[in-house]
């Protein structure tokens, strides 16, 4: 695992930036046989897309090309290219900002590291960057239908506002595609609708928690003891811009809980073992106990805000003010779902291969 | 990185069971010319290691051996192993618990994952894994050391009773090694011993939060866009037993501001970047910015308790009571702090070794 | 290091088959504000590319184009991802050996491994593969560049013709790269032509020996005990279609001598070490001594001939006559050499970073 | 894989130096359910331990312990320990060397690299590293037994006698362990015996060529492009001590023949590809195909020799003589040997691994 290959069996690397040519991803050790076609990997891509009213206005077509490692539909167990055209970029908007550090984004710190920075829309900083995690996620979510294993996420709190999400997966995630919040929850999305409007309109942004839930996935995933399910989950969680704490499970709350409240019982049922209860998250000791795995991303408000703000020229080392007009989300959760389903997605994918529970398709 | 092989140039091997025969690890790509000695890591080990009132009372003595990677007191570059040997361990008290599956605990997983467990002390998920993250920690801090980067930690909450820590890094450091809980505020230290000692009194545990920072860190470390620094270090952390959540900075509560407000301003201070706020948390994109590294871990109670839980015998396959009488911490978070820097200074090390900071010492 | 990613800190991905869209690699770790344009790239594609009279008459173009990683023609050190579409692409005379394995090729162990083969022109395993290592190649060798260190390669020996390289690096490079067959040599070339064509007219093939040597490669390169230098070359040089066998200085030959004529003798000029003989081909306990690395790789007879073969029909479980017409090289030895260059290239860039012998360059 | 770690599945750690404390190694991912005992691994040390006449006199106990890992005779599947106390040593002799460069040894890279070294009896360049490797390769033959795999080794070539080896494997590898030069060839075995007593005589050493076999290894291991099987093989021989040359099958002989001579017609037998010659000694485009994996290696005379040197003293910076006394095999081969079959043995177990062929043995 680099900066940019993710990965144990079931590897991806990606490349691009914001006004590259193109974004893309390179995905190595998928199971030889398994069926794929652009069209598995489009449909996440779309899901990933801005759109709507309370969505960035940039015209991303995000147009899929398989370029390797596919023959007769079928995966042929070498490396898969994947490649989306980077079409409509207008970097003149971010040639004022070219000499400045825009606040809460990535400009100081890979300049700090590189001595130099492609200033054009965030370059490899940017959101866009997220295209090729979901390309690869799509292949890794066709791998796992094929197991019955599925992941799904949805908005848990946004704005301050929390959604109820005593549903149950199914509806959860049925209601949260529904409307461009992704809320599993119509009451809150309203409200939280008029939370990301009202920011917006103010030059600003909100920000929220996500909730991803990964089905089915059973018993004994994870390699103790650094990489852990959950470390490995957290690894990938928090490599997604923008995330700022990652918990597995009843999470943060734990530390204010008694171990008797906290510990899930265990109980047997139809010959197996079961948790009668689910604070662990699906986890435990690192290694997966065939419950919901469920775990919550932090994500911070929309940097990129039109509200005046205080930085600095680094050519002149003076200070200035900045606004950053044009097509920003107000807020990202939304959008990010997807990514971080998609990197759940992927770590499961991996460690089902390292435990062996994936067989060549053919 | 693999199960129990962390790093990428600073690399860490670690190995043992809690009632096996020993404990130790191997740390390789530690910079040559370095002067290392026993002392230095035995001072780490002895944080990590029981006593008190409120403590197990297992008398761990984990004295360290260096077995190699050294030559008249520096290191030569080459594998550092290290040892210590388990003393003073009694199985007894596990075997009528072999059968059973306790709660809270990665027995099960274990057993799903491997189909055979050493049940003694919870074999390498116990908590004893750790001294071989703290002694390759120690070498770490010693590196960081000489680089006048420093990883201190203590709790920020225990029991639900939060720690005043605006007294700043020094002074919360040198409060929370004066008392038994790590805690830097001497009026909430004894709140919390007062839960702690009553949770063990009802047989009963308690969780907490602890918070680690890293001072003096240079700009630049993280690897975009898989590892970045705070990906990396959720990585870390998460893979620590017990710990069940990690965040950045500001953390969770970004997930309630607005943009204008989590930003941090950028200001031009003596021919430099300083960020006047530190919401982020010294991480900008994945990358430092220079600024306080602030991370926060959430830590589940203790799950051995004495109280009555509900289990499954698994050769019987049926449900059965089991209550953990013994040695056991009613809480965790001290005895986990050390654990915590250990991880960090790892990754601060490698990050700095990667980013080609870190040149021989000779 | 896994099946399609090389390197630890230069990391080299590629992807692509013979007969798909396009071929390519993703280069990440190039240190930042090394200015790079395509015709940097393109000059050793055009190395590798057949041509003449003793060649393929396969008409590559290999265009190569830049995606990512590059600003102001500056890499900027995030992943620079190139891409080579495969043009001229005539999948026909394959279609009649689809069920058929090709004696001497990876027909039957791809098929035995994956369960599923692209038969068209050798998919993965076709030479075509190399166009993405030289690529990554040409980067590596324009970092060495900077600092002084040129790798450079040759026939060494050709259908049993020896060459004289007795004149010294930079005149057989010269001479090697005035003729087709790549022969620092010219009696020689001359001979092995005559060889070369001899086979072709009877349908047949040839092999030879190429000599890779690296110039002035810093003392200190390697890392021990597993990844030295000489193994990571061999690890390199063997992966390498069509190579059988690796050898460092005086290789195999070492295996009849004595250690008072093996060892090299150790002399002090200018202040420095220096060594009076190169048996040791620049490497001792797998670590660089400063003098020229120098290896020698075996590389076997192209496989596709048009002679009779024997040989099996996987669908119809029979044994079957083959005879592979078509555009292939009768001796694949000189258009290797790049590709050996490049990965020689690759694994010295890469040990000179882990060594942090190379800053960014800006 | 690193300098100190090898394998992706089935890690291996080694560490220590030939005069340090101990030496050992930590083996990671080795399938749960194995039985495995001190004696397994004891009897692969006795085999590498020197003895005889032909020998080094320095008595290495080689008493290995296991530490961790293992419970009631079973692997666990967490890291296995393995640690062997450096006994009987006297770094006396290597006092006045202490400045100097031996010939053909590392003393100088390692010095050049680290800036510091261990003098006493080569450090961590030492051959008595190999027996970390050896313990790993011992677990690694007990697994592949389970799976009817063996791997065996013999004395090829030495000092220019050739072993007559066409008798086939299991009376080559019985007859080799028959005579103290792994000679498979009872002729051979004596004019080697003169061979190497004459060059002692002379206070001098003599190389050779070992050959390593793998029988029943199944089709479909390695992993294209890069992680090839022989790429793999080539790394792991190449990182053995003293070895400068690795070729598989025909090897470097190959260079002389026609591609009609070397490609191994293919037939159908019992239902099953077959081929009729072994040229590619077992592998075909990097990936294994079910015949006999057949590799050598060029085995470098000792370079610790009586015979008076030319060398450097660093301090003085000045030429001097030196005459290493001392107990030093004249001939090194035989005891390779069950280090190549180690390392070859921990490649096809890791291969084996990542084509999913072995499960956990509960």
């Known amino acids: ?138 292949i890794a979510k066709k791998i796992l239908k094929n197991f019955g294993v599925s992941v799904g996420g949805y908005s848990k709190e946004i704005a301050g506002i929390k959604c109820d999400t005593s549903g149950g997966f199914e509806e959860n995630i049925q209601r949260a595609e529904s409307n461009e919040l992704r809320c599993p929850d119509e009451t809150a999305a309203k409200q939280v609708e008029e939370k990301v409007l009202e920011a917006r309109e103010e030059g600003d942004s909100v920000g929220g928690i996500a909730e991803i839930v990964v089905r089915n996935a059973p018993a004994g995933l994870g390699e103790p003891v650094f990489n852990k399910l959950d470390a490995y989950l957290a690894y990938a969680i928090m490599s997604v811009p923008a995330v700022k ?29 079961k948790f009668e209860t689910n604070n662990a998250g699906g986890i435990l000791g690192g290694i997966s106990n065939g419950e919901d795995i469920v775990l919550r991303a932090a994500i911070k408000p929309t940097p990129s805000i039109s509200k005046t703000q205080k930085t600095a020229n680094y050519k002149k080392m003076e200070e200035e003010e900045i606004e950053i007009k044009g097509r920003h ?30 067989p060549r398709f053919v």
């Open 329 to 358: 989300d107000p807020c990202i959760v939304p959008r990010a779902i997807p990514v971080l389903e998609a990197m759940t997605a992927v770590v499961i994918t991996d460690c089902m291969m390292m435990q062996r529970l994936i």
């Open 1 to 138: 695992m680099t900066g940019s290959v993710f990965g144990q069996l079931f590897r991806t690397t990606t490349w691009g930036e914001s006004h590259g040519r193109a974004v893309g991803c390179v995905v190595e050790g998928c199971p030889s046989g398994l069926t794929l076609s652009e069209s598995d990997i489009q449909k996440e891509l779309d899901r990933r897309r801005p759109g709507g009213r309370l969505a960035s206005s940039r015209k991303e077509k995000d147009k899929v090309e398989i370029l390797s490692g596919i023959f007769e539909n079928r995966v042929t167990g070498t490396p898969i290219s994947l490649l989306i055209w980077n079409k409509g970029v207008d970097s003149k908007p971010y040639e004022k900002f070219k000499d400045l550090f825009r606040p809460g984004h990535a400009d100081y710190t890979y300049f700090a590291k590189y001595g130099i920075r492609d200033w054009r829309g965030g370059g490899r900083a940017s959101g866009r960057e997220t295209v090729g995690r979901v390309a690869a996620g799509a």
């Open 245 to 273: 704490g990652v918990e597995i499970g009843t999470g943060f709350e734990v530390s204010r809980m008694r171990g008797s409240e906290d510990n899930d019982p265990i109980s047997v049922g139809k010959g197996d073992i």
